[in-house]
């Protein structure tokens, strides 16, 4: 790595690092928040509560590991050169992809109670919330697939190769087939009745990114590149 690269790649690193520190913060502010709102209350205002707490822990955690990995004492980093770097990167963005789609199904199983509230016409804010929170997760996955997303554009030179591009196609594919399946079955349920149909939606759109994410995932593995 030359030292132009070298003190770029440096800067790029303190700068992920302040982030990271600022979103573990604002987590934490978010989560003593929703404690704090969640005394005593029932009903919506308990759930919004529960939710912004829960939002703010994950954001505490994955911010808390992610400065960790990018601490200005850490300069193991620019000892990585050339394919160790490239294993590196391409192993991180495989377990992404493993990783995101069963968050994105976890919220999906929440969003469950939430498509009853709305089909009785019952919904509320945070009933819409809940449905929307999957939707947001399958497109984030397909995102990350296509390399699109802002870490794959900042390492576009070393996530990018043959091996990629293969096993981007097979994945992209995977999802079509089951968007286009999913697609066609809310078709039916919608001609059936249509505010069934409308809110099969979002768990069509989720399956359809999850599996993008597992499926390359998966291809990954099996390319004997996941060196862990």
Do not use: C
């Amino acid at each position: 790595m030359h030292d132009d690269e070298m003190r770029q790649a440096e800067r790029a690193r303190h700068a992920k690092f302040r982030w990271m520190l600022a979103l573990s913060g604002l987590g934490a502010t978010a989560a003593g928040a929703g404690f704090a709102l969640g005394q005593g209350r029932t009903g919506d205002d308990a759930t919004l509560a529960g939710v912004l707490a829960g939002v703010g822990v994950a954001f505490v955690i994955g911010g808390a590991i992610l400065a960790w990995k990018t601490r200005p004492g850490d300069t193991r980093w620019k000892a990585e050169q050339g394919q160790g770097r490239r294993d590196r990167l391409q192993g991180q963005r495989a377990r992404q992809l493993a990783i995101i789609p069963a968050l994105s199904l976890i919220f999906l199983a929440q969003a469950i109670g939430a498509g009853e509230a709305v089909l009785n016409g019952e919904g509320r804010t945070i009933d819409y919330l809940r449905l929307a929170i999957p939707v947001l997760y399958a497109w984030l996955t397909p995102l990350i697939v296509m390399g699109w997303d802002g870490g794959s554009r900042q390492n576009r030179k070393w996530l990018e190769d043959e091996l990629t591009q293969a096993l981007r196609v097979r994945a992209i594919v995977a999802a079509f087939f089951v968007l286009m399946a999913g697609g066609t079955l809310a078709l039916g349920l919608g001609l059936w009745r249509a505010e069934v149909g409308v809110v099969a939606l979002p768990f069509v759109l989720a399956v359809a990114g999850s599996t993008a994410g597992i499926r390359f995932a998966w291809l990954y593995r099996e390319a004997g590149r996941d060196d862990g």
